[in-house]
């Protein structure tokens, strides 16, 4: 059982905006404030699309977005486009170069 | 190119073991910490061990502690992973990523190797 919860799967049309959620359940993720978000296409590596909350990495499109509240970090997509169709998998500092993974995310686009 | 390479995987009987090896290339190796992460088939990902560039200091995974051994060679640019005592809980894609530098997340990724533990 992942310390990070993630719904197991979110779908939306084309040009619409999803938003994946990311709750910490318990208190062993420090301070929360060390989260990124990765997509991962089937066959291939993860690919960093947010750190450190809200920031996207040189190169990531505009319409990815990251935010938190209290234990609760999100990922929206804005825009939603074909290639977006991948699972989404959000990740936690737990401690000095330690970290936990929520469950991932699947992501259709309907 | 910047890149990460691993290779070692393979099939093992469960209790053997294994040695992972990382290439790094295009980059300055020995200014990242690196970790290892991996995948069962089908499924999410779970962190299992880093190590800083000096190697002075390593972490595991609850999981694996005890039966995993992280170790790098910067004048190589290689990090290894060594997998004892393996289960078949252990069957994983297992990629090697790089932390990066003054940011929180693992910024580039090798494309996995197989490790299959089955009798």
């Known amino acids: 059982q992942s310390a990070l919860t993630q719904p197991a799967s979110v779908s939306g049309s084309p040009g619409q905006s999803i938003t994946i959620s990311c709750t910490a359940t318990?208190?062993?993720?420090?301070?929360?404030?060390?989260v990124s978000w990765y997509q991962q296409h089937p066959g291939v590596a993860p690919k960093l699309i947010i750190y450190d909350v809200r920031i996207r990495p040189s190169g990531i499109s505009t319409r990815f977005s990251g935010s938190k509240s209290g234990n609760t970090a999100s990922l929206t997509i804005f825009g939603l486009e074909a290639e977006d169709e991948a699972d989404y998998f959000c990740?936690?500092?737990?401690?000095?170069?330690?970290?936990?993974f929520g469950g991932g995310t699947k992501v259709t686009v309907l | 190119e910047v890149q990460l390479m691993e290779s070692g995987g393979g099939l093992v009987k469960p209790g053997g073991s294994l040695r992972l090896t990382c290439a790094a290339s295009g980059f300055t190796f020995s200014f990242h910490t690196m970790s290892w992460v991996r995948q069962p088939p089908g499924g999410g990902l779970e962190w299992v061990s880093s190590?800083?560039?000096?190697?002075?200091?390593?972490y595991y995974a609850d999981s694996v502690k005890g039966r995993f051994t992280i170790s790098r060679d910067n004048a190589k640019n290689s990090l290894f992973l060594h997998l004892n005592s393996l289960r078949a809980e252990d069957t994983s894609v297992y990629y090697c990523?790089?932390?990066?530098?003054?940011?929180?997340?693992?910024?580039?990724w090798g494309r996995g190797t197989m490790v299959t533990v089955s009798s």
């Open positions: 318990d208190n062993d993720v420090g301070d929360f404030n060390s």
């Open positions: 990523a790089r932390r990066g530098n003054y940011l929180e997340g693992f910024d580039l």
């Open positions: 990740c936690s500092l737990k401690a000095i170069n330690t970290y936990v």
């Open positions: 190590i800083i560039s000096t190697s002075s200091y390593k």
